[in-house]
């Protein structure tokens, strides 16, 4: 059986990854900084950080197929701590590569993203560009085949407030209002997170051998019409307010300004419906939000279970 290590599997694109190659057949390990709630049964987990070169190398020691999800993902957040962006985002790439040079693997998979072709994103944008610059040289210098995926709007089950449409949801049924930085013009190719899972597996096909693909969905909506297609769903009980940005990280319309290297595009033919995923997407944070207040309510009741 082909092993695959999944680096930032305990997340929410690197778990339905990991559970993809499960599915496929694959021998999979989980490497993260904390345990997977999401673990099935035959995968690994291994917890770890992706700066001890030594915790690293075991992990992918035997390997034929190592990705990278790990890291820091929110736009927000990377602008606030690019330190730590540049650590973890670009120094720890690096030592995964690596160590996936000395396995010498089959092939090295690196989640990207679209924000690689603008000059928006901030210090999330550059960490992405220098991965992939890296990487490149690696395959160059080193013969180290790879995938890059660049991926577009994701949105599905395990995400969490560092994704824009689960906050955008919890907003609406926490306030029953949906507060917006744009214009509402702006476009998004929507992908379910499960879809964007099961092309990250077939990748690995032949065909994308040191190939950039992006990875995105079939139609082009305006925020406009994704945000008044939510507050349809919660019965017209939720209401929009447009807001100026404050700071323009995020494109508009078309993050190209930049010419990275050309890239495939993939958008599955077969997959979940935008208003099925939201749905699933408005259980599970609703759910969130009854356990968080019966957690609450234990406390205000001294610790005493009311269930």
């Known amino acids: 059986m082909e ?8 997340g929410f694109l690197g778990s339905h990854v990991a559970d993809e190659l499960t599915r496929a057949g694959y021998d999979v390990v989980i490497f993260d900084k904390r345990y997977s709630q999401y673990l099935q ?66 092939r090295f998979v690196f989640a990207s993203t679209m924000y690689v072709y603008s000059d928006a994103g901030a210090f999330y944008r550059v960490s992405k560009q220098a991965c992939e610059l890296i990487i490149e040289d690696y395959s160059r210098l080193h013969a180290l085949p790879y995938t890059i995926l660049r991926y577009g709007s994701l949105y599905g089950e395990r995400s969490d407030s560092r994704n824009s449409v689960y906050r955008i949801i919890r907003e609406a049924l926490t306030e029953e209002k949906i507060t917006y930085y744009g214009t509402g013009e702006e476009e998004r190719e929507f992908l379910h997170v499960k879809d964007a899972a099961r092309t990250s597996v077939e990748v ?9 693909v992006i990875v995105t969905g079939q139609k082009v909506m305006k925020y406009r019409e994704f945000l008044e297609m939510i507050s349809e769903m919660l019965k017209g ?14 494109y508009r319309i078309t993050p190209y300004t930049f010419d990275p290297k050309f890239a495939k595009k993939m958008s599955p033919e077969q997959h979940v419906d935008l208003g099925q995923g939201l749905i699933h997407c408005m259980n599970q ?23």
């Not at 092993?3 to 305990?10: E, L, M, R, S």
């Not at 009980?237 to 995020?250: A, G, S």
């Open 3 to 10: 092993k695959a290590v999944v680096f930032g599997g305990a």
């Open 41 to 106: 049964q035959g995968q690994t987990m291994l917890v770890g950080d992706i700066l001890d070169a030594g915790q690293i190398r075991d992990a992918v020691k035997g390997a034929q197929y190592v990705y990278n999800f790990a890291g820091l993902a929110d736009i927000e957040e990377c602008k606030a701590r690019p330190i730590d962006t540049i650590k973890l985002n670009i120094l720890g790439n690096s030592m995964i590569l690596d160590a996936a040079r000395s396995e010498r693997i089959e």
């Open 204 to 212: 690995l096909g032949g065909a994308f051998r040191n190939e950039c």
């Open 237 to 250: 009980k939720v209401t929009i307010e447009y807001r100026q940005k404050k700071l323009d990280t995020h």
């Open 285 to 307: 944070i609703y759910n969130e939000l009854n356990e968080e207040r019966k957690s609450s309510l234990r406390i205000a009741l001294g610790g005493n279970d009311f269930c």
